[in-house]
């Protein structure tokens, strides 16, 4: 422990991480602008479920023996299509999730237990871990970020519109169902390129907890995107940095971050609400 | 209404139904209704839960396919205003009133909408100001009362410059003076612009000066005409089968009858499912 804050070894270790700490500001970012409109659709659950999906198709891709990282994109695109079409309705949501979730997750297990590799992979796909994050990964996260943030940008009005009042959005003429399955597939995406990093059980730290936070404080769409965006960055970056000297696993630090800037954000609603 | 008026009408119609049928099973909730709203006119639709009003509402919408007969809505769904049945927003809900306001101006534009934010702030200003909305333009739409948000649902109606003008029930939850509030404005749209309005009510009293023509729907039976033609103890025991006498008191019409001639209970749309 006496290592926890060793300025001189974190530096030195910096320079080793860097393709890891541009992921991590990827990530950030994504999860920051998906976040809020994530929480206002009360999904928080549909991206637990599809994470789960993602460590199914990672498991699956360990196996098989090819990235885990497509393994994972498949896994949850998959799961999110899923979703999108089998719950038409908010009220059959939550069940539909809680199948498909148990499902896909004894398959990964099932996966995991044929899978005779290294054991360090197994534990890694469920609590994140990035040692390797090599240079087509990368790549192929920047590419899928920049994929999800051009569609998203495309959307977002209607989609906004749509996941506060499907009422009137429907009467407007917006294609509301259509967007719910548009919108689940980019989540889905950003869970995917989430689980590499901080593991299938923590991606609702980057997804949900900033977003969470955000819309604790303020009640403009724009300010709460900016927040959330803003949080989730300290959280990954700062998780990332905090966790290099000590040498213990990202998300640790990563979700601990995240939910000392959530309860913060609570405390300073709770005031502003006695106030009024 | 003679059927010679009927086609008169409908040559520039805001909404026309003809021969509009809707069922769900067995079950009819109206059919053969041949219905012109034209533009500027106020339709009060009115009825006992169950009977198909909001329904109606939904097939001008394109949300319920008719089960017979043709619907037409002049302009499409971009030029129709929508006051929705009051349900309350989630108090967690990141949103404020001006928000709201401006999903009905450009809501149902792609992309992210940061061009002409300079035009959008003053029309959506504009309309939060016709309300009386001002006040609490910026404040979290989830804490608002019922009646804050129903002006909000009203301005943001009206700020999408409509041709047809759908409310169901928009004066629910609102006090006298916000009903007269909001009426009013209703009633200054249509005249100003010739909107078409189409207004389902449970209680006509309050809308009565404004209303041209009422569609009163009771079980599968229906009548169109004027206030004074079709809210007649004649008429209502027709359409009711079942005693009911109209009563005119001063400028009220109240209307006394068998227990499901429900004037003064709200209805939900569940009822109607």
């Given at each position: 422990m006496e290592n926890f804050l060793d300025v001189g070894q974190t530096l030195d270790l910096l320079r080793y991480v860097q393709p890891m700490l541009i992921a991590g500001a990827v990530l950030g970012l994504v999860a920051g602008l998906l976040g809020p409109l994530v929480v206002t659709r009360k999904m928080a659950f549909a991206v637990h479920g599809t994470s789960e999906l993602a460590f199914t198709g990672g498991a699956a891709?360990?196996?098989?023996?090819?990235?885990?990282?497509?393994?994972?994109?498949?896994?949850?695109?998959?799961?999110?299509?899923?979703?999108?079409?089998?719950?038409?309705?908010?009220?059959?949501?939550?069940?539909?999730?809680?199948?498909?979730?148990?499902?896909?997750?004894?398959?990964?297990?099932?996966?995991?237990?044929?899978?005779?590799?290294?054991?360090?992979?197994?534990?890694?796909?469920?609590?994140?871990?990035?040692?390797?994050?090599?240079?087509?990964?990368?790549?192929?996260?920047?590419?899928?970020?920049?994929?999800?943030?051009?569609?998203?940008?495309?959307?977002?009005?209607?989609?906004?519109?749509?996941?506060?009042?499907?009422?009137?959005?429907?009467?407007?003429?917006?294609?509301?169902?259509?967007?719910?399955?548009?919108?689940?597939?980019?989540?889905?995406?950003?869970?995917?390129?989430?689980?590499?990093?901080?593991?299938?059980?923590?991606?609702?730290?980057?997804?949900?907890?900033?977003?969470?936070?955000?819309?604790?404080?303020?009640?403009?769409?724009?300010?709460?995107?900016?927040?959330?965006?803003?949080?989730?960055?300290?959280?990954?970056?700062?998780?990332?940095?905090?966790?290099?000297?000590?040498?213990?696993?990202?998300?640790?630090?990563?979700?601990?971050?995240?939910?000392?800037?959530?309860?913060?954000?609570?405390?300073?609603?709770?005031?502003?609400?006695?106030?009024? | 209404m003679t059927a010679a008026q009927v086609t008169d009408r409908s040559t520039r119609a805001a909404v026309a139904l003809r021969g509009a049928r809707?069922?769900?099973?067995?079950?009819?909730?109206?059919?053969?209704?041949?219905?012109?709203?034209?533009?500027?006119?106020?339709?009060?639709?009115?009825?006992?839960?169950?009977?198909?009003?909001?329904?109606?509402?939904?097939?001008?919408?394109?949300?319920?396919?008719?089960?017979?007969?043709?619907?037409?809505?002049?302009?499409?769904n971009r030029r129709i205003g929508y006051i929705p049945q009051q349900r309350a927003l989630d108090s967690s809900l990141a949103l404020r009133g001006r928000d709201l306001v401006g999903f009905g101006l450009d809501g149902h534009g792609w992309g992210v909408g940061w061009r002409h934010r300079r035009e959008r702030r003053a029309r959506v200003d504009e309309a939060l100001a016709s309300v009386g909305a001002t006040q609490y333009a910026d404040e979290p739409v989830g804490l608002l009362s019922g009646g804050e948000q129903q002006r909000l649902r009203v301005a943001q109606a009206l700020v999408g410059d409509p041709e047809v003008l759908l409310c169901d029930e928009p004066l629910l939850s609102l006090d006298l003076h916000h009903q007269r509030v909001v009426s009013d404005l209703i009633d200054a749209r249509r005249r100003a612009a010739d909107t078409a309005v189409?207004?389902?009510?449970?209680?006509?009293?309050?809308?009565?000066?404004?209303?041209?023509?009422?569609?009163?729907?009771?079980?599968?039976?229906?009548?169109?005409?004027t206030p004074a033609e079709v809210m007649t103890s004649r008429t209502l025991t027709e359409l009711y089968r079942t005693n009911v006498e109209v009563v005119r008191v001063r400028d009220q019409i109240h209307v006394v009858g068998a227990q499901h001639v429900c004037e003064d209970e709200p209805h939900h749309v569940a009822d109607e499912g």
């Open positions: 891709a360990l196996l098989v023996g090819i990235g885990v990282g497509y393994g994972a994109l498949a896994g949850s695109v998959l799961a999110a299509l899923l979703l999108g079409l089998l719950s038409r309705r908010d009220s059959d949501r939550d069940s539909v999730i809680g199948a498909i979730l148990a499902f896909g997750l004894g398959l990964g297990v099932l996966f995991l237990a044929l899978y005779k590799g290294r054991a360090a992979n197994k534990f890694g796909l469920l609590t994140g871990q990035v040692v390797s994050v090599g240079s087509t990964d990368l790549w192929l996260l920047i590419g899928s970020s920049v994929a999800v943030l051009a569609v998203l940008a495309f959307i977002y009005r209607p989609l906004h519109f749509a996941s506060v009042d499907a009422a009137v959005a429907t009467a407007r003429g917006v294609p509301v169902r259509t967007l719910s399955v548009v919108f689940a597939v980019l989540v889905g995406v950003a869970t995917a390129l989430s689980v590499q990093l901080v593991g299938a059980l923590l991606v609702l730290s980057l997804m949900i907890t900033p977003a969470a936070a955000a819309v604790r404080v303020t009640a403009s769409p724009v300010r709460a995107t900016v927040l959330a965006v803003v949080f989730a960055e300290v959280s990954v970056l700062g998780g990332m940095v905090l966790s290099l000297a000590p040498g213990m696993p990202v998300s640790a630090f990563v979700t601990a971050v995240s939910f000392l800037i959530y309860l913060v954000c609570r405390l300073m609603s709770g005031k502003r609400e006695r106030v009024q | 809707l069922s769900y099973g067995d079950r009819v909730l109206w059919d053969g209704l041949d219905l012109d709203v034209a533009p500027g006119e106020f339709v009060a639709v009115l009825g006992p839960n169950g009977s198909g009003k909001t329904s109606l509402i939904r097939v001008l919408l394109g949300l319920q396919p008719l089960s017979g007969g043709t619907v037409r809505v002049a302009g499409g189409l207004f389902v009510t449970h209680e006509i009293n309050p809308i009565l000066p404004l209303v041209d023509r009422v569609l009163y729907l009771v079980e599968g039976r229906f009548r169109i005409g």
